[in-house]
T-cell receptor
């Protein structure tokens, strides 16, 4: 299974600033995803990070607010832009190889906006 | 559209006893994959067990087993000999191709 390192693990940010979260996988994967999760709740998919092309965003999420990069098959970043208190959440990175493989997850980033 | 339903927001079990967590899903496909994930308070999502839809045999991983009823679109997780470390949120997930769907989760409490 893939090992996923995500950082930072937590941060407290000021309103109006931006934060970039990094996700590093220890081996090449076909798909990488970014989720948002409120404590005790299920996961909400933000976008699928596509290697070498623009990410595929889910309804309610836009590139200007959540720009995503994926320069290669093992690394992706999610930026939370112009943050507001409503963006306070846990952000999870995950990755999978193709076919029948499950997703594997990073430890998550707990983000609080003051 | 594929959806995954976990009808038990919370469950509890006595230590050393057995508990079953329910999951149903909606799909018109015949080839797909099902997973159970565990998320303890430390936050990391951990894969517990997986099931291929084309396999009739129920998957088993040590104390964890599933009851996969394809016709009924049901995929329950049984935890035997429950331990304090089993306390966590449990998520059922469905994969078809590049699409993943997660249930809303069941919070499991283990009572000493």
């Amino acid at each position: 299974s893939a090992v996923i390192s995500q950082k930072p693990s937590r941060d407290i940010c000021q309103r109006g600033t931006s934060l970039t979260i990094q996700c590093q996988v220890d081996s090449q994967v076909t798909m990488m995803f970014w989720y948002r999760q409120q404590p005790g709740q299920s996961l909400t998919l933000i976008a699928t990070a596509n290697q070498g092309s623009e990410a595929t965003y889910e309804s309610g999420f836009v590139i200007d607010k959540f720009p995503i990069s994926r320069p290669n098959l093992t690394f992706s970043t999610l930026t939370v832009s112009n943050m507001s208190p409503e963006d306070s959440s846990i952000y999870l990175c995950s990755a999978t190889r193709g076919g029948r493989q499950p997703q594997h997850f990073g430890d998550g980033t707990r983000l609080s906006i003051l | 559209a594929q959806t995954v339903t976990q009808s038990q927001p919370e469950m509890s079990v006595q230590e050393a006893e057995t508990v079953t967590l329910s999951c149903t899903y909606d799909t018109s496909e015949s080839d797909y994959y099902l997973f159970w994930y565990k998320q303890p308070p430390s936050r990391q999502m951990i894969l517990v067990i997986r099931q291929e839809a084309y396999k009739q045999q129920n998957a088993t991983e040590n104390r964890f087993s599933v009851n996969f009823q394809k016709a009924a679109k049901s995929f329950s997780l049984k935890i035997s000999d429950s331990q304090l470390g089993d306390a966590a949120m449990y998520f059922c997930a469905y994969r078809r191709g590049n699409q993943f769907y997660f249930g809303t989760g069941t919070s499991l409490t283990v009572i000493p």
